[in-house]
């Protein structure tokens, strides 16, 4: 972003006020995450900055809080990583499968009613997560469900289905249709073509639909709220009670961990979100 | 040839034309078969659920079913002297079978509710009920009348009788700080109790300033994503990526820590001399934690659609302004700026959307003064249990947000939406 050098001096003050501006932005942006690194390994019980810490004095640091997470007594983080991650695999999987069917139809060109029906089927990530809660927690509460494993699990299927339609319909939306018409010319029944042509086609857009499903079930905690009971208390569950009464360091080693999955997650994603476009042509 | 065209036939002499519309029909139905799993469970768990909040935000059934015979008796009375002895006649026995049933103090709870004083007077005539003291031979009028002086009161038969129709906007009216006064006129609720209104009034405020903080800062940062070259970009994307798939519990847990009174925005503070160290402003657990909180949880929201839709500007459209004799600023004003119009539609419905339902920051970091509409719908939802409230509530809310949505659905079209 180099200035030219015949720039007014107006305009030159203009640029490094809009890079300062850019500068601010991304570090409100991203510092606010970096906060926890440090502060998860205070030795002492405070959610602040010691003097200590501040000095970089090694006592001050320690992992206390992540042993207390892993083997303290009363803490319930293992129970509900455990529950978390059963429901999110149950509840992407679910997703995935239904969203993915779904979206082929949505695709082909023959579909009737296509805005309508799409709008119902994108609605639950439109409407209010609250209402979404109320309106579930009816169902679950009827249907003998609530404060079950499976309604939490169906719950987050509703909610993670519209990210999947989203992200297969757009990576169908680049594909070439005339090699499925090929592989059935060469005697290949509807099935098989599927899983031999088309979903190896478009399993990027698949499985980055599948990660954000993962990541709707892993993080929410608004539905979840209505409906579990203490059986089935998930991590944000644990983190929503732990931010309202005590805010131990032990949240900030939870925080932290939650902070590298994401990362991870955002890796793949940024790399399949890649091979996708590779394989869709799109080039850059 | 002869003027009409001749029909054209398929190998085994179908016509051409109703042969197509057959295949046709053959793919609209496999097409639609593939998406029926998926929105049969979406109507089924979802879509009729919001149809049930409806129904239960209107009813009122209960009390209908509870006292069938007086409502019979009273469609001929006119409400403005007592009720003649029939009346009072079928509610005696309709009273009979709920203290038979123990669903008396429901009725008392349900009346209460339409005019106070309820409670005490049908604590009292369960009373001359239960022994017996209520002779049927002699006029029930005059016996029930002598139970308490409040029996006698006309405008407790007329509150009874406003219960009637099964179906009530009660609960719209509250959510709107109103109520059907003794007239079924529509009547504000006094000065002091007005505490919904303030909570919409305010759901939207927070909802619009968020927006506009969003906009104001998402669009520097988007447009130099967009003129970046790909290797810089790439990196500073991150930063606005990792934020979007971080747990939002995560987010504003750190917020939390940062905004606390001895937190790091207050260190930071107090060493530039702004504030002094004894007087350290409080910033969590008020507007300004929500809109702080907010603003950076839903930036992510902004920046992605305004992003793609700035990508595809030419950055020789600028020069070709600059070169044309506009300065930079008139450039940006002229050219740039209407093409990014679509992008800074989608972004802010987008944002509005999402903050106007915002529930989980505004609890943690809101305060008192920072709860909005969505906190009060789990609040009766959980604490209350006025289920119909809620639903009624959540459904005002719904309507607003299709409002947005259908707009949003005109301007940008679903399809549209991109994510990540």
Same mark, same amino acid.
């Given at each position: 972003m180099a200035l030219p050098k015949y720039t007014e001096t107006r305009y030159r003050i203009w640029h490094y006020f809009y890079i300062a501006i850019c500068t601010f932005v991304f570090i409100f942006l991203i510092a606010p995450l970096f906060v926890i690194f440090p502060l998860s390994f205070n030795?002492?019980? *405070?959610l602040v900055f010691s003097e200590g810490m501040k000095n970089l004095? &090694?006592?001050? *640091?320690?992992?206390r809080w992540y042993k207390d997470m892993v083997y303290?007594?009363?803490?319930p983080w293992g129970l509900a990583a455990k529950n978390s991650f059963i429901i999110a695999i149950f509840a992407t999987l679910g997703s995935v499968i239904l969203g993915t069917v779904a979206a082929l139809g949505l695709s082909s060109?023959?579909? &009737?009613f296509k805005g309508i029906i799409m709008a119902t089927l994108i609605s639950p990530m439109i409407v209010p997560l609250i209402i979404s809660g109320v309106a579930i927690f009816f169902f679950m509460a009827k249907a003998g469900l609530a404060a079950t494993h499976t309604g939490i699990v169906l719950a987050h299927i509703i909610l993670g289905t519209p990210f999947v339609v989203i992200t297969v319909t757009a990576t169908l939306s680049? *594909?070439?249709h005339s090699v499925t018409r090929a592989a059935a010319s060469l005697g290949s029944n509807p099935v098989n073509t599927f899983m031999k042509i088309t979903l190896p086609l478009i399993l990027p857009g698949v499985i980055s639909g599948g990660l954000f499903a993962f990541v709707t079930s892993f993080d929410e905690v608004v539905v979840v709220l209505f409906l579990a009971g203490l059986e089935n208390t998930t991590i944000p569950i644990q983190m929503w009670t732990g931010l309202r009464e005590q805010l131990s360091p032990t949240i900030l080693a939870v925080a932290t961990c939650l902070i590298i999955l994401s990362t991870l997650i955002l890796i793949s994603a940024e790399l399949l979100r890649r091979r996708s476009e590779r394989l869709r042509g799109i080039n850059r | 040839m002869s003027s009409e065209t001749k029909q054209i036939l398929t190998t085994d002499g179908i016509p051409l034309e109703i042969s197509l519309k057959k295949a046709e029909r053959k793919n609209k139905i496999k097409a639609f078969l593939l998406v029926a799993p998926l929105l049969l469970f979406l109507i089924i768990t979802y879509i009729f659920p919001i149809g049930e909040m409806f129904t239960r935000s209107i009813d009122d059934k209960m009390i209908t079913n509870m006292l069938p015979k007086t409502f019979k008796s009273m +469609?001929?009375?006119?409400?403005? +002297?007592l009720p003649p002895e029939e009346v009072f006649a079928s509610f005696l026995s309709d009273f009979k079978i709920l203290v038979d049933k123990k669903e008396h103090g429901k009725l008392a709870q349900r009346l209460n509710k339409e005019k106070n004083g309820f409670t005490t007077i049908t604590k009292k005539l369960f009373r001359q009920v239960k022994r017996n003291?209520?002779? +049927?031979?002699? !006029?029930i009028k005059e016996q029930i009348m002598k139970v308490h002086k409040r029996w006698r009161n006309v405008e407790y038969w007329q509150a009874i009788k406003r219960t009637?129709? @099964? $179906?009530?906007s009660a609960k719209y009216l509250k959510a709107m700080d109103m109520y059907l006064n003794e007239d079924n006129k529509i009547t504000q609720v006094s000065e002091d109790r007005r505490i919904h209104r303030i909570l919409w009034l305010r759901t939207v405020e927070v909802a619009f300033f968020v927006t506009v903080f969003c906009f104001l800062m998402g669009y520097p940062i988007a447009h130099l994503l967009a003129t970046l070259p790909m290797k810089y970009s790439n990196l500073l994307m991150i930063c606005v990526l990792l934020p979007f798939w971080t747990s939002l519990l995560v987010r504003t847990a750190s917020w939390m820590i940062l905004l606390q009174q001895q937190g790091v925005v207050n260190d930071f503070f107090v060493m530039i001399g702004l504030v002094a160290d004894d007087n350290r402003? +409080?910033?969590? $657990?008020?507007k300004v934690g929500t809109y702080v909180a907010m603003t950076q949880i839903l930036l992510p929201f902004m920046v992605l659609p305004l992003y793609s839709v700035m990508k595809?500007? !030419? @950055?020789s459209l600028m020069r070709a302004g600059k070169s044309l004799g506009g300065t930079p600023f008139v450039a940006f004003w002229k050219v740039y700026f209407p093409l990014t119009i679509p992008g800074i539609g989608a972004g802010c419905l987008l944002v509005f959307i999402l903050a106007i339902g915002y529930y989980i920051t505004p609890a943690l970091v809101g305060g008192a003064s920072g709860t909005l509409i969505s906190n009060q719908i789990a609040y009766h939802m959980k !604490?209350?249990?006025d289920w119909s409230f809620a639903s009624a509530m959540g459904l005002m809310l719904l309507s607003g947000v299709l409002v947005i949505y259908w707009i949003y659905n005109k301007l940008v079209g679903v399809d549209n939406i991109k994510l990540g």
């Open positions: 030795a002492e019980e *405070f004095d &090694p006592d001050a *640091f320690s992992l303290g007594t009363k803490n060109r023959h579909m &009737p680049g *594909f070439d | +469609e001929t009375w006119d409400g403005k +002297e003291k209520i002779d +049927e031979t002699q !006029s009637a129709p @099964p $179906y009530t402003p +409080e910033m969590m $657990y008020n595809t500007i !030419s @950055p !604490s209350t249990l």
